[in-house]
C-alpha cells in the first residue's frame, strides 16, 4: 500500500476526509484513473492512501489469477471470454467473494481499522464485493468509478454502492441495463492526469525526440497483449516512405531487446513516464482497445487502429470508438497497412478528431470526479 500524505492547499480540518482508492496494477484501464484521482486529492490537500487489490489477496491467490489472465487474455481469448460469461452473475460473484482466504479477509480489516477511510473509491471492479463487506460495520462510503466504456460486467455491480461514477452516457446506459438506479449513476468523464490537458509545442517535442516535423508517425503501443503480428507489421511500417515508427514496450524488457534489434529504424522504448508527448507527437496510435490507452489517445487528439480487443468489455470500447469517428478496427496486417497509407496518402491530420474528442473526453472529468467524491 501506498500511503500519502496531505500536500498543497488543505482543507479545512471539519471538511477533512480521509481517502483510500483501490485499484489495480493489471492493465492501465484501471492505474491510470487511480493515478490521476490520487494527483487531483493531493493537489487539493487530502489524506490518500493507495492499495493494489493484489495486496488484499495475497501473493498465492493473486499470482495464480494474474497467470490465468495472462495466458487466457493474451493466447487462449475464447477461454477468457468463457470465463467472463460464466462469472458475469450475481450468485457466481458471490461464491467467488466467499472463496477468499480469512488470511485475506482479516488482513484487508485490519488495513480498514487502521486507515479509517471516510470515503474508499474503486476503479478495480473485482475489489467491489469484498469492500461492501466492511461498510455497513465501519461507515465509509462506497464511490465506483467505472473504467469500461460500454461492454460492461456484472461484477462492477456491488449492493450497497454509494455511487457510480461513468466516463459516458452509453456507459450509463449499460448499467440501467445491468438494473442499477439511475439515482446513483453520474456522468462526470474518464479521469486523467493534468498533463493530458496542458498545451506543449508539437514542433519541440519532434526535435527533443530526434524525428522529422514532416515524418508521419506511427506510434505502436506494445506494453500489454503485444499483438502475433507485431514483428512482421513493425518491419513493413518501417519501411514505408516519409513514416517514423514509435514502438513502446513497457516493463516487457525481452521485447524491448528483441525489437530494438530487429527494427533499426524504428524509436523503441521501454517504460516511459510521458506518454503523453509521444500522443500528441504522433499521427496515429495503434494497439489494444484497453481504455486507459483510447482516452488518452482521444484526449489528445490522436485517431486510433485498434489492432485487437478483449470479449467482450473491450469490444464495446472499440466499437464506440469506430462509432464516434476517433478509431478504426483492423486486425490484420493487411488491413493495418492500408489503413496507414490511406492515412499517410491523403495528409489526414490528427486535428481532426480533436473536434470529436468530446464526444468521448470531458477535460474537466479528474476535477469534477474529485469535486463530488469530496462532497460526500
Same mark, same amino acid.
Given at each position: ?121 474503486? +476503479?478495480? $471492479?473485482?475489489?467491489?464485493? &469484498?469492500?461492501?463487506?466492511? !461498510?455497513?460495520? %465501519? ?5 465506483? *468509478? #467505472? ?76 506494453? +500489454?497483449? $503485444?499483438?502475433?503480428?507485431? &514483428?512482421?507489421?513493425?518491419? !513493413?511500417?518501417? %519501411? ?5 515508427? *514509435? #514502438? ?129
Amino acid at each position: 500500500m501506498t500511503v500519502i500524505g496531505r500536500v498543497g492547499s488543505s482543507p479545512t480540518p471539519s471538511t477533512m476526509k480521509k481517502i483510500l482508492i483501490i485499484t489495480s496494477a493489471y492493465g492501465s484501464g484501471h492505474k491510470v484513473p487511480a493515478e490521476a484521482l490520487q494527483e487531483e486529492l493531493l493537489h487539493r490537500g487530502y489524506a490518500v492512501s493507495v492499495l493494489d487489490f493484489k495486496d488484499i489477496i495475497g501473493t498465492d491467490p493473486e499470482r495464480i489469477s494474474k497467470k490465468i489472465y495472462e495466458l487466457s487474455a493474451e493466447h487462449l481469448p475464447l477461454l477468457y471470454q468463457g470465463i467472463a460469461s460464466i462469472t458475469d452473475s450475481e450468485k457466481i460473484l458471490n461464491r467467488i467473494s466467499s472463496l477468499l482466504p480469512p488470511s485475506s479477509l482479516k488482513k484487508f480489516e485490519q488495513l480498514l481499522q487502521k486507515t479509517k477511510p471516510d470515503i474508499i473509491v474503486t +476503479t478495480y $471492479p473485482a475489489a467491489n464485493r &469484498l469492500i461492501t463487506m466492511y !461498510k455497513k460495520k %465501519m461507515g465509509f462510503s462506497l464511490v465506483t *468509478v #467505472v473504467t469500461d466504456l460500454k461492454s460492461l460486467h456484472r461484477y462492477w455491480i456491488a449492493p450497497g454502492t454509494d455511487a457510480y461514477l461513468v466516463p459516458l452516457r452509453e456507459t450509463k446506459i449499460a448499467l440501467r441495463a445491468l438494473g442499477v438506479p439511475a439515482r446513483l449513476i453520474h456522468v462526470l468523464g474518464f479521469p486523467l492526469r493534468p498533463v493530458f490537458t496542458k498545451k506543449k509545442d508539437n514542433r519541440v517535442l519532434r526535435q527533443n525526440f530526434s524525428i522529422s516535423t514532416r515524418a508521419f508517425v506511427v506510434l505502436y503501443m506494445l506494453h +500489454t497483449g $503485444p499483438d502475433h503480428f507485431a &514483428l512482421p507489421l513493425a518491419r !513493413k511500417i518501417e %519501411m514505408m516512405p516519409n513514416t517514423q515508427l *514509435v #514502438v513502446i514496450c513497457g516493463k516487457n524488457e525481452k521485447l524491448r531487446t528483441q525489437l530494438v534489434r530487429k527494427l533499426p529504424h524504428a524509436h523503441v522504448l521501454g517504460f516511459v513516464s510521458n506518454i503523453d508527448e509521444y500522443l500528441r507527437i504522433a499521427n496515429v496510435a495503434m494497439g489494444k482497445a484497453g481504455t486507459g490507452f483510447l482516452m488518452e489517445s482521444a484526449t489528445m487528439g490522436c485517431p486510433v487502429i485498434i489492432t485487437k480487443y478483449l470479449k467482450p468489455q473491450e469490444e464495446g470500447n472499440a466499437q464506440l470508438f469506430e462509432e464516434k469517428g476517433i478509431g478504426f478496427i483492423e486486425t490484420s496486417t493487411t488491413k493495418i497497412l492500408k489503413r496507414l497509407e490511406e492515412m499517410e496518402k491523403t495528409g489526414e491530420k490528427k486535428e481532426v478528431s480533436k473536434t470529436k474528442t468530446p464526444l468521448i473526453h470531458n477535460l474537466n472529468a479528474t476535477r469534477r470526479i474529485v469535486n463530488y467524491i469530496t462532497s460526500l
